[in-house]
């Protein structure tokens, strides 16, 4: 089942992207939202990166659902690519969706991997968008 929601416009602006910046996406599946990866794609000027190519890059979205195995292993692996400075866009299914994960887990997790929670809001319809900030040295 793919979560498009064409009706809805997705702001990836107003969630931090910012143009000219090279965002990496992991976690992809067939629940993810395409219109809001669209709309990264927009705002950036580049198409989203896998984590194969091996590019340093700006920021990171991490589709993560409850199941899909130890947060705190993910978010670390997520910063293998990530420029110093950057962020991870860590997107879950919001509450009462399956696959919910809440935010006492993410709240767990992300100091685990030396991240900071900066903002939490609504992504899409069906996705919350929580933006964690590497410390800065």
């Known amino acids: 089942m793919r979560n ?3 009706g809805s416009s997705v702001d990836a602006a107003k969630l931090g ?14 629940d993810v939202d395409d219109a809001l ?3 990264v794609e927009d705002v950036t000027g580049n198409e ?9 890059v700006d920021g990171v979205i991490l ?17 293998q690519d990530l420029a110093e400075g950057g962020s991870i866009w860590l997107l879950t299914p919001k509450v009462g969706r399956p696959g919910y994960v809440s935010g006492a887990d ?8 030396g ?9 899409t319809a069906e996705w919350a968008a929580t933006k964690l900030s590497t410390h800065k040295r």
């Open 48 to 56: 989203l990166v896998d984590g194969d190519v091996g590019l340093v």
């Open 37 to 39: 990866r669209v709309a």
């Open 4 to 6: 498009t929601d064409e």
């Open 106 to 113: 993410i709240g767990e997790a992300a100091p685990v991997a």
């Open 115 to 123: 991240l900071s929670t900066t903002t939490t809001s609504a992504a």
């Open 63 to 79: 589709w993560w659902r409850d199941g899909d195995g130890d947060l705190g292993d993910a978010l670390l692996d997520a910063l």
């Open 17 to 30: 992207f910012e143009p000219d910046t090279v965002i990496q996406e992991l976690g992809w599946d067939d």
